[in-house]
C-alpha cells in the first residue's frame, strides 16, 4: 500500500512565513519538523530584509565584542566569515555558479547547465575570491557608527535585492524552492513587504550615504533584471543569489568611500 497522505494541520501565517524565511537564508534550523502551507512559504519570500537586518545586528553586537581583542581588519575578517558561516555560504556558492554560466557567453543552454552544475570552475573561484577581499577590504576602512550603518545596511538591502530581482520575472526552473516562494500572485505583496521593511529599518540611519546606498540597490537591481532577461529570460535561485551578493559589495564599498 502507498502512503497515506499528509492531510494534517499546517502552520500558516505571519510567523510561519518569518520562520521559513529564517530557515531560507540561515542555517539555524527554525523549520524543523513543522510543515507549512503553500501561501506561507510564497509569503515568507516577503521578509528576507527583516532576516537581513537581524542579521546584521548579530554581526554588529559581535564586532562591538571582538573591538576588545583585535584591531579592525581582523575584525572584519571574522565578521565576513560569521557571515559567511550562519548563511552557509549559499549566496557565495549562487555568486560562483553565475560567474560560470556567464563564462558560456551567449549559450543559454550550455548556461543553464552550469547553474545546475554544483562544482565550482575558474570563473566561480575567482568571483568568490574578490567578493571576500572587497568585503574584508571595505569593511576593514570602517570604524565607529559608520562601520555598523554599513553593516546593516549592506546586509539588509542585499536581501531587499533578492526580492526585487526576481519580482515578476519568469523562474527558470520548474523544481525546487525557488519554485514554490516565487509565485505571481505573491510578488507585489512580498516586493512591498519588503521594501517597507528597508524604510522602517534604514529610516533611523538616514544620511547621504544611507541613501546612496539605497539608490546604488535600486540602480544595480533595476541592470540585473535587464541583464537577466536579455541573456536568459528571466531568473533562478543562483541569479538572486547573485544579485544579493553584488548589492552587498557595492554598498559596503559606498560607505568606505
Same mark, same amino acid.
Given at each position: 500500500?502507498?502512503?497515506? #497522505?499528509? +492531510?494534517?494541520?499546517r502552520d500558516r501565517g505571519i510567523v510561519a512565513e518569518l520562520r521559513l524565511a529564517a530557515s531560507f537564508l540561515t542555517i539555524v534550523p527554525f523549520v524543523a519538523n513543522r510543515r507549512f502551507d503553500d501561501d506561507s512559504v510564497a509569503g515568507?519570500?516577503?521578509?528576507? #530584509?527583516l532576516i537581513g537586518f537581524a542579521i546584521a545586528v548579530g554581526l554588529s553586537l559581535e564586532d562591538l565584542v571582538l573591538a576588545r581583542f583585535f584591531e579592525p581588519t581582523i575584525r572584519s575578517i571574522l565578521i565576513i566569515l560569521s557571515l559567511t558561516v550562519v548563511t552557509g555560504a549559499l549566496h557565495l556558492d549562487? %555568486?560562483?555558479? +553565475?560567474? @560560470?554560466?556567464?563564462g558560456a557567453g551567449r549559450d543559454r543552454v550550455r548556461s543553464l547547465e552550469i547553474l545546475r552544475d554544483s562544482r565550482v570552475g575558474g570563473f566561480g573561484a575567482a568571483a568568490l575570491f574578490f567578493a571576500l577581499a572587497l568585503k574584508v577590504a571595505?569593511?576593514? +576602512?570602517l570604524a565607529g557608527a559608520r562601520r555598523y550603518s554599513a553593516i546593516f545596511s549592506a546586509v539588509g538591502l542585499a536581501r531587499w535585492a533578492m526580492v526585487a530581482i526576481a /519580482?515578476?520575472? #519568469?523562474? %527558470?526552473?520548474?523544481?525546487?524552492?525557488?519554485?514554490?516562494? %516565487?509565485? !505571481? /500572485?505573491?510578488?507585489?505583496?512580498?516586493?512591498?513587504?519588503?521594501s517597507l521593511t528597508v !524604510?522602517?529599518?534604514?529610516? #533611523?540611519?538616514?544620511?547621504?550615504? !544611507?541613501f546612496f546606498a539605497i539608490l546604488l540597490a535600486i540602480v544595480i537591481v533595476f541592470?540585473?533584471?535587464a541583464f537577466y532577461l536579455r541573456w536568459l529570460?528571466? !531568473? +533562478?535561485? @543562483? %541569479?538572486?543569489?547573485?544579485?544579493?551578493e553584488i548589492v552587498e559589495i557595492a554598498v559596503l564599498i559606498a560607505f568606505a568611500r
Open positions: 500500500m502507498g502512503a497515506a #497522505p499528509d +492531510t494534517g494541520p515568507s519570500f516577503g521578509w528576507f #530584509p549562487a %555568486l560562483a555558479d +553565475t560567474a @560560470d554560466a556567464l571595505a569593511l576593514a +576602512t /519580482a515578476r520575472l #519568469p523562474y %527558470l526552473r520548474t523544481e525546487g524552492a525557488g519554485s514554490a516562494i %516565487l509565485g !505571481v /500572485a505573491s510578488a507585489r505583496r512580498n516586493l512591498m513587504i519588503a !524604510v522602517a529599518a534604514m529610516l #533611523p540611519l538616514a544620511s547621504r550615504t !544611507v541592470a540585473m533584471r529570460g528571466g !531568473v +533562478t535561485g @543562483d %541569479l538572486i543569489g547573485a544579485c544579493g
